[in-house]
Structure formats: C-alpha cells, structure tokens
Nanobody
C-alpha cells in the first residue's frame, strides 16, 4: 500500500517556475506507476504527466509538453513535477497519484488507473 503527500504548491507569476514534490510511503513505491493530475472547479481531473514504475517512460498532456517534467527518485520515495514557463491556464489543484497495480501497463492518462491519491495542492499562476 502506498500513501502520498504533496507539500508543495503556491502562487507564482506567469512565466515563472514551480516544483511540486510528492512524498510516498510504503515499501513497494518503486513498483507503481505515478501520475500528476490537475483539476479546476467544475471540470474533470486531467493527467498532465505520468511516469512508469522504472522511470523509463514518461507521458505528458499536449498542453504541458516542453514545459513540465515529471521525475522520480525511487531511493527516496519521491516523485516531482517541475513546471516551467507557467501560464495562468495552469492554475488548478494538482494531485499526485499511484497506479492501481504494481508494474502498471494500462492507460496512464486515465484517472481510473490510479488507486491512491494525495490530498491535492493549489497552484495559482498570476498574469
């Protein structure tokens, strides 16, 4: 079982950068695929980035490609989302999530592929 905490988030000006950490607990963290999702009021969860259990493959939403980078450090049980060139449209609550199964091979963009979620952290980008 994996538990997730996202201590980051905050207010940043457009064009700025922010790094979101996600701390995981659980002995099998390194076996799970991980994703970062975001949600704005009245809208669905959207996957902005995901990474396989080994870190060998990453996935990005078109809207963030070239600006966001997901990474993981399995030795430290950490996942990160580096966000550069932030835009007001990136304002949302961001969630870290762990896949339903170890060595997950399903659709990383589908929120149904994730069973464990962090509490969410607010990111606000001012224009």
């Amino acid at each position: 079982q994996v538990e997730l905490v996202e201590p980051g988030g905050g207010l940043v000006q457009a064009g700025g950068s922010l790094r979101l950490p996600c701390a995981a607990s659980g002995r099998r963290f390194s076996s799970y695929g991980m994703g970062w999702f975001r949600q704005t009021p009245g809208n669905e969860l959207v996957c902005v980035a995901a990474i396989t259990w080994s870190g060998g493959t990453t996935y990005y939403a078109d809207s963030v490609k070239g600006r966001f980078t997901i990474s993981r450090d399995n030795a430290k049980n950490m996942v990160y989302l580096q966000m550069n060139s932030l835009e007001p449209e990136d304002t949302a609550v961001y969630y870290c999530a762990a896949s339903t199964d170890p060595y997950y091979s399903g659709n990383y963009y589908d929120p149904n592929g994730y069973a464990t979620w962090g509490q969410g952290t607010q990111v606000t980008v001012s224009s």
